[in-house]
């Protein structure tokens, strides 16, 4: 999410999951579709139906690969060398899209005289602190303050440059000499995924955490970024970077401020040294050039409206709305999963509420996850059945006895017995109706945050406490006569006017106090507004509730579907729907007319337009208006390893030398010393590439499949998949016992020995790979096996900290 | 009688194994105790509780791997061997609903362990169960109860790719014609397995040999069970004919 940001403006998949059907090339490559995507396949289906082609590209041959007409393997962590030839290939063969690359990105912006590449190293790097200063990758700007462009492409500095510059190291040899891709085969993909740079072509891409889950994770995806945008495939029926989403509301919660760095609508979370409202919003991006709309220039707007929200009647004008009450992050705090857990082993924390997750599998390293849970005072786990979170105490190794964690178990309801949204992979926010009601004593989640915040407060009330007033100061009141009621809730998150407005600056027309904003247009930072994700206002208005809209029309027969559910942002189905037009706002490729501009009407017919100023051509503004610079970034500065996508080594990798450079792993990558940390590069006790995924019949740790009894029935135990030709070689046959093993942990799994897996030549080194479902867990079933997290090592991404679970040295012997 | 059909067209099929799962949930079925034993396909086998099997195949070929997934069922057939066969031992656990041709077993009726291994073996594609503990048998029902409500059978209403696919039977040869036309430029070995002859009818692009042993109408030869098939061949065609 973090790379899509940086490329266009939101972290957000762009296009929705029938779009697919759209394609004339679909790239899976990052996820495996058929098995952990299995309905969204449907849309894949029908494209094949009408021709298109479908690609597979990953380290082993899948259920998804059955169905590719090419699949291509490549070993796992090695993936920006596979795409870093591709963007050779396009720019070798003038396969980019010249009209979107002139004006639709930054191609042709001038980059600082200091941005330099040597040697796997950007310009400004400090070894000492492992980062980057990042200034010397700044764009020029001229006298006025707008970036400098040469739109022929030819100066040496201009993003296109560097760009070809930097990809043209990725030669056919070395890609495949890193990858083990045989050259045909890269090749072939290529030529395809290159034939799709055409205005009347258009290629998707569907990743998930195969891309995210590496030490160069976001640089995986910004690497597609930089392709996709090559080839103008961004904003376009058909094409689009498809972030696939593993749980179905995950979009949803990031929508709403679930990870540490963003707030509800994704504000940056305030930290220390903006004290002040307006220390605040004196970050709020800016732009000089009058043809770039810079949304973001909004935010004092969204930001006090969300204050407003919070805080209620207590947030005035003269207390900054209640700014001071938002809790602070450290100057330049990472308060990321693995640093959190890193923490709590450290004995940082006395409590923790683990909600709907299951850590003690699902974290990298979980022995260490174990471990820290024991330093604890109390956890609450809140969950639909017992986890190895809330069972970790008698947990394998260790004693209940020596273990002072006071573990509170909290029932709660499943998704079918309680009300609500979630917001799906395609931003489509869907309301759900309750079917029946929860068991026992399970509570819907709203119920149980809605209680609890009661208590707390009553505590306040009661024993006082050391900072009062965000708690004393919150408004609450979600319920309906005397009841919880999450309609209230939906609608505080679309937002409310909270004086009457004779006449508002927006359209000049009268609003009345109490009613719903009619979408985020409306927001005003003077606190007459409140909203509690400015992204969702237009979902809940005084028309009713548009996410429980069901009507299946088709106005443009591109299966947009406007009027089924709601999508963020104000309903718009593909993002950056600008870009799918010519200066004059005709679509460039009339078959698929997802955007048109009415001249006589002076309106645009089709899709809701990202943005409603006319053309380009007229008097209109560029397409990405998320960015400051409202084009999408082939070059970008803004992310922590560098302003183009390098291939690095994993962590732990097999081989002791990086192809590319003389730097073997990512340079600024956080190294995690001491106790559970332990890593192991070429060492002959590990000499197996070893992969963690996700099988259809089992979901995330399995702490709801692994109790349905014939989910367990079609996939009963862990395993551990291998090429015949390992096999062989270390003495396993297929269903035997086996032990994986890393410096970190042990696993018992049954060996599946299969075609499937290939052995890799790397360098001209044979190089094996293994892999293992990471579902399982100790709780139950009781021969399933433990989770395949016990051996991953600690070791994040440096822009999101997101583990490097997919690429890790692992021993495999007969148990 | 021209009743319903199933049209399975493997070339869509993922094995996301949901219809697997769909027909255990609609029809009550138990989960059996399974191990992993070197292969995703579980459970190994149908059984009394497992009418519906997604199958596994791996194969190499030139080097590369192949992998075929065959979402076993009861074929339903036009004139049903085990029918007749249960028939002439005098077993009534076998009937055949007039309106959509599915053949129904009766799991109540209590069947001997000779009997229903007799019933078994003149299935051409081996798919009735007989259970131990109940002496009942028991294999795919067609969703009876859904199809007489205007429901589709639930492994067909589960599948998200199009594979299972059920309706009048002529709209389904149709359909299933379409299909194999499309894909025999491509597939020369495309083919409809027993399309004749069944009701349940699998699209193929390859030896069906090679998807499993029992996926389309195995020549069993000359052993007592083709005796009885043969011997109730003239009579099936002649019910037909009246039916």
Redesign the interface.
């Known amino acids: 999410m973090a790379a899509l940001a940086e490329s266009f403006g939101r972290g957000a998949m762009t296009n929705h999951y029938i779009d697919f059907r759209n394609s004339d090339v679909i790239l899976n490559m990052g996820s495996n579709v058929?098995?952990n995507h299995?309905?969204s396949?449907?849309w894949i289906?029908a494209a094949k139906d009408k021709g298109s082609v479908f690609i597979h590209v990953d380290p082993r041959?899948t259920?998804?690969?059955?169905?590719a007409d090419i699949f291509v393997r490549l070993r796992s962590g090695t993936d920006i060398a596979f795409l870093g030839g591709m963007i050779k290939y396009i720019l070798d063969n003038n396969l980019y899209d010249e009209f979107y690359v002139k004006n639709y990105t930054n191609a042709s912006f001038i980059v600082n005289p200091k941005y330099n590449f040597d040697d796997g190293l950007f310009s400004g790097y400090d070894p000492n602190k492992r980062s980057y200063d990042q200034s010397t990758w700044a764009l020029e700007k001229d006298e006025n303050g707008i970036p400098k462009r040469d739109v022929t492409l030819q100066n040496e500095r201009c993003a296109l440059q560097l760009l070809k510059k930097h990809y043209s190291r990725y030669t056919l040899e070395k890609v495949t000499a890193i990858t083990g891709t045989p050259q045909e085969d890269l090749e072939k993909v290529y030529k395809v995924y290159g034939s799709t740079g055409k205005p009347d072509k258009a290629g998707t891409e569907l990743y998930a955490m195969g891309w995210t889950q590496h030490t160069v994770g976001v640089q995986n995806i910004r690497a597609m970024s930089i392709i996709q945008t090559l080839l103008g495939n961004m904003g376009i029926a058909g094409g689009g970077i498809n972030a696939l989403r593993g749980e179905s509301n995950v979009q949803g919660s990031t929508d709403q401020g679930l990870l540490f760095h963003i707030i509800p609508g994704y504000l940056p979370t305030p930290r220390e040294q903006w004290q002040t409202l307006e220390d605040y919003n004196k970050t709020t991006p800016s732009s000089k050039d009058p043809r770039s709309v810079n949304w973001w220039k909004n935010r004092p707007k969204y930001v006090a409206s969300l204050l407003k929200s919070f805080y209620g009647d207590k947030a005035t004008k003269e207390n900054n709305f209640g700014y001071a009450w938002l809790p602070k992050l450290d100057k330049v705090q990472d308060a990321s999963w693995l640093n959190l857990f890193d923490e709590m082993y450290n004995g940082a924390f006395t409590g923790f509420f683990a909600w709907g997750m299951n850590p003690a599998c699902s974290g990298a390293n979980a022995g260490k996850v174990r471990q820290a849970l024991a330093k604890l005072d109390w956890m609450v786990n809140v969950n639909v059945f017992d986890n190895e979170t809330g069972s970790f105490w008698k947990g394998p190794g260790m004693d209940p006895k020596k273990i002072k964690t006071e573990v509170f178990q909290l029932p709660c309801a499943a998704f079918l017995e309680k009300e609500g949204s979630i917001s799906n992979s395609g931003r489509w926010m869907q309301w759900r109706w309750k079917a029946s009601n929860p068991p026992g004593d399970a509570m819907p989640d709203g119920e149980i945050m809605y209680d609890l915040f009661n208590k707390v407060k009553a505590l306040y009330k009661k024993e006082k406490g050391v900072f009062p007033d965000p708690i004393m100061n919150m408004k609450w009141d979600y319920k309906t006569n005397g009841k919880f009621d999450i309609h209230t809730v939906a609608k505080e998150i679309n937002g409310y006017f909270l004086e009457d407005i004779p006449e508002h600056p927006f359209d000049k027309k009268a609003y009345k106090k109490g009613t719903l904003v009619p979408s985020f247009v409306f927001l005003l930072d003077d606190g007459r507004t409140s909203c509690g994700n400015w992204i969702y206002s237009a979902s809940y208005t005084e028309a009713g509730n548009m996410a429980a809209r069901r009507k299946k029309t088709d106005p443009t027969g591109l299966g947009l579907y406007p009027e089924w559910s709601w999508a963020w942002p104000v309903n718009r189905r593909i993002i950056y729907n600008r870009a799918s037009v010519d200066l004059d706002g005709n679509p460039r490729n009339p078959k698929m007319a997802l955007l048109k501009w009415d001249a006589e009407n002076k309106k645009w017919v089709g899709d809701i337009p990202d943005g409603t100023a006319p053309p380009m051509g007229t008097q209109g503004v560029y397409p990405f208006i998320m960015k400051p610079d409202g084009v999408a970034s082939i070059f970008g500065p803004g992310l922590k390893d560098g302003p183009f996508p390098e291939h690095y080594e994993p962590l732990e990798c097999p081989i002791e030398k990086n192809i590319m450079s003389n730097q073997r792993i990512n340079p600024v990558i956080k190294i995690f010393k001491g106790g559970p940390d332990t890593f192991a590069t070429c060492d002959p006790r590990y000499p197996f590439v070893c992969t963690t995924y996700r099988?259809?019949?089992h979901w995330q740790t399995g702490v709801l499949t692994r109790w349905l009894?014939?989910?367990?029935?079609?996939?009963?135990?862990?395993?551990c998949e291998m090429s015949k030709e390992l096999a062989e070689v270390i003495g396993i046959k297929?269903?035997?016992k086996v032990m994986v093993e890393t410096s970190r942990g042990k696993l018992g799994a049954?060996?599946?020995?299969?075609?499937?897996f290939k052995p890799f030549v790397i360098a001209g080194q044979t190089i094996h790979q293994i892999g293992l479902p990471y579902h399982f867990g100790w709780l139950h079933p009781k021969?399933g096996g433990d989770s395949a997290n016990l051996l991953t090592p600690t070791v994040g991404d440096p822009n999101t900290m997101i583990p490097e679970s997919k690429a890790f040295m692992a021993n495999v012997k007969k148990a | 009688m021209a009743g319903k059909s199933f049209f399975i067209d493997t070339t869509?099929c993922?094995?996301?194994?949901?219809c697997?799962?769909a027909c255990?949930?609609w029809n009550m079925n138990?989960?059996?105790?399974?191990?992993?034993?070197?292969?995703?396909q579980?459970?190994e086998d149908l059984s009394f509780s497992t009418f519906k099997l997604v199958r596994f195949s791996?194969?190499?070929v030139n080097g590369?791997?192949v992998?075929?997934?065959f979402t076993d069922q009861c074929r339903h057939c036009l004139e049903p061997p085990c029918m007749y066969t249960a028939q002439s031992l005098g077993v009534k656990v076998i009937t055949r609903d007039e309106a959509t041709g599915a053949v129904l077993y009766d799991p109540k009726v209590k069947v001997k362990a000779a009997d229903a291994k007799t019933i078994r073996e003149s299935c051409p594609w081996n798919i009735p169960r007989w259970d131990q503990k109940t002496t009942g048998m028991a294999k795919c029902t067609m969703c009876i109860d859904r199809v007489r409500g205007g429901l589709l059978p639930a492994c067909v209403k589960t599948c998200?790719?199009?594979a299972m696919n059920f309706g009048d039977r002529d709209k389904i040869l149709e359909m299933a014609q379409k299909r194999l036309n499309e894909l025999k430029a491509k597939f020369p070995k495309a083919q409809l397995l027993n399309a004749e002859s069944v009701r349940t009818i699998f699209l193929v692009i390859d030896d069906p040999k090679n998807y499993w042993e029992h996926a389309a109408e195995n020549d069993v030869g000359i052993t007592p069970i083709a005796v009885i098939k043969k011997l109730i061949r003239p009579l099936a065609n002649f019910s037909h004919f009246v039916g």
Not at chain 1, 709 to 719: I, K, N, R, S
Not at chain 2, 14 to 18: L, V
């Open positions: 058929a098995e299995p309905v396949f449907k289906q041959y259920r998804t690969s059955t169905k099988v259809t019949e009894p014939w989910l367990l029935e079609a996939e009963p135990q862990m395993f297929n269903g035997d049954v060996a599946i020995v299969t075609s499937r021969d | 869509r993922t094995a996301c194994r949901g697997q799962i255990k949930q138990p989960a059996t105790k399974t191990k992993q034993s070197g292969s995703h579980n459970p791996e194969l190499e590369k791997p992998w075929y997934f998200p790719t199009g």
